[in-house]
């Protein structure tokens, strides 16, 4: 296996640092526009540094052919995803990622109704990859990926009937001498925030709300507590219905109401926007500009204190016929993500499950063609794997 990373950013970093304790491929060829990033991640002897322009599929497959990629992994932000996607496509090659094609809101009725859905740029190729008998693995990092993963198991072997798949994320972050610094890209956090949530329902399929709505407070396990979470737009409740009976998919995110207020306030103003705008001559993004302010997550672990817990609430009907609620969960404790690989526990517990499910895609174990969530796969497997990786999950009934 011959892998491409594109991205060098917090979370190719982290990528990096985990791929190089694992033995299952040949070369990592670590790209990034900045080529001195791409060199700094560069830190064991298989690795290669590129430059690679992430908007430009043409790009992507030159990198590719030079260096007989078979596996490219997108680790850039969603605006990216369709250039990486086309280009694997167009040079060969088996593709994963971690965020799919942007959504847009439909243009009458944004908070009852889907327009463009996240994704759904690639499932429209889902023929023409199937037909080529090449993968595209994608939604494959923590949110999403080990929560489809989580709910693939709860299905197989937890449940006989679904009535609600609900992927709850909170932490207790905080993080020194900031009084605002996201864990994570706030370029995406911004898309997925602000954009309608998107929720499934059996009888209804997909339909929007307002954001931050149907607030609740979740008690989070191993020390985390109760946060309060709110309807966010994420992939898995676009993934999850597609292979995994239920009749209700949500995806609700512990952002806090600061958070919240800052979000609104970056709406109100205009700086959530990616349309350029022109200020003393030069053309920027606002939203590009909030981003350039604010500071780089992947540096932040240094300061940062606390856990953060992906996890999946399935309730419904056990195998014993008895109703069930169980909590799925993976949790990362910063201290630890920075004292065994040196990266913040966000980026890091994004990282780990590409590189686990490249390593069963490498061995075998997980294999399959078109356009596909992990809900598609075993989920056992990636589960074990995942724990020998020294990262296990947990359950709470």
Same mark, same amino acid.
């Given at each position: ?13 982290? @990528? ?6 694992? %033995? ?19 830190? +064991? ?15 992507? &497959? ?28 167009? &040079?060969?090659?088996?593709?994963? +990622? ?5 959504? %847009? ?14 994704? +759904? ?34 299905? +197989?072997?937890? @449940? ?23 864990? @994570? ?73 600061? @958070? ?7 709406? %109100? ?6 349309? %350029? ?98 809900? &598609? ?21």
């Amino acid at each position: 296996m011959r892998i491409l990373l594109v991205g060098a950013g917090g979370v190719g970093g982290a @990528f990096a640092a985990i791929a190089q304790r694992r %033995k299952f491929y040949e070369t990592l060829v670590i790209a990034d526009y900045e080529l001195a990033r791409a060199e700094r991640a560069a830190i +064991d002897p298989r690795f290669v540094a590129a430059r690679v322009d992430a908007s430009s599929a043409s790009s992507v &497959a030159d990198v590719m052919r030079e260096h007989r990629i078979t596996h490219v992994m997108n680790a850039v932000d969603p605006r990216f995803v369709m250039p990486i996607f086309e280009g694997a496509f167009s &040079a060969g090659a088996d593709y994963l +990622d971690m965020a799919m094609s942007l959504s %847009k809101p439909h243009p009458e009725e944004p908070y009852q109704h889907t327009g463009v859905k996240l994704g +759904d740029d690639q499932f429209a190729q889902q023929d023409r990859w199937a037909d080529a008998g090449r993968l595209a693995l994608c939604g494959i990092g923590v949110e999403p990926g080990l929560s489809d993963v989580f709910a693939r198991y709860a299905a +197989d072997h937890l @449940f006989s009937e679904i009535d609600e798949l609900g992927v709850r994320d909170g932490a207790n972050l905080t993080v020194d001498g900031y009084d605002f610094a996201p864990s @994570f890209s706030i370029w995406t956090t911004i898309e997925e925030c602000l954009n309608p949530p998107v929720v499934w329902e059996k009888e209804r399929g997909w339909f929007t709300t307002a954001p931050f709505s149907e607030p609740e407070v979740f008690d989070f396990p191993e020390g985390i507590g109760p946060v309060e979470c709110v309807n966010v737009e994420h992939e898995e409740v676009l993934l999850m219905p597609r292979w995994v009976e239920a009749r209700r998919a949500t995806f609700k995110y512990g952002l806090g109401s600061e @958070f919240i207020g800052v979000l609104e306030t970056l709406h %109100k103003l205009g700086l959530d926007r990616t349309e %350029k705008v022109r200020v003393a001559g030069v053309e920027v993004s606002p939203r590009d500009v909030v981003a350039a302010c604010l500071p780089d997550p992947a540096t932040l672990g240094d300061r940062m204190r606390g856990k953060t817990c992906a996890g999946l609430q399935v309730t419904g009907t056990g195998k014993d016929g008895e109703p069930r609620s169980t909590y799925l969960y993976h949790v990362v404790d910063n201290e630890w993500s920075m004292r065994e690989y040196g990266h913040q526990c966000v980026v890091w517990q994004t990282a780990v499950n590409p590189v686990v499910a490249l390593e069963l895609l490498a061995a075998g174990t997980w294999s399959g063609s078109g356009v596909l969530g992990p809900e &598609a796969f075993d989920a056992v497997p990636f589960l074990d794997l995942l724990t020998e990786y020294g990262s296990p999950w947990g359950q709470r009934d």
